[in-house]
């Protein structure tokens, strides 16, 4: 269901959409501590959320096109999640959640 709301909602095929979501939230990675899925995050939850409820920002796109190259690069080129992530960042396809633009009804609160 929400892959195909933010593929309506964006314009991204759901292909793509579907393969960032497998990538962000099942698949495991090399990571400094060892093979694992990446820990929840609340940037990447709330952009998520913003992107199903079609209230994104263009950092929530910006997420979308680093998590959907870093997957590619990964796949093809059979590389860990470090390198895979850096290429994405050199290729201006940078996600930096010091500038995520929170959305006040939906922005996490302690």
Known sequence: MDINLISNNTGMPAFQVRRIKQH?????HQLAS?????APDIEIADAWTRLQRGT???QDINLLQHEYFEARFKGIFKTDYITAHNAANDSFRSWNPNEFIATPDISWKP
Not at 24 to 28: R, S, Y
Not at 34 to 38: Q, S
């Open 56 to 58: 994104f920002v263009k």
């Open 34 to 38: 060892g093979i694992e899925r990446f």
């Open 24 to 28: 962000l939230f099942f698949d495991t």
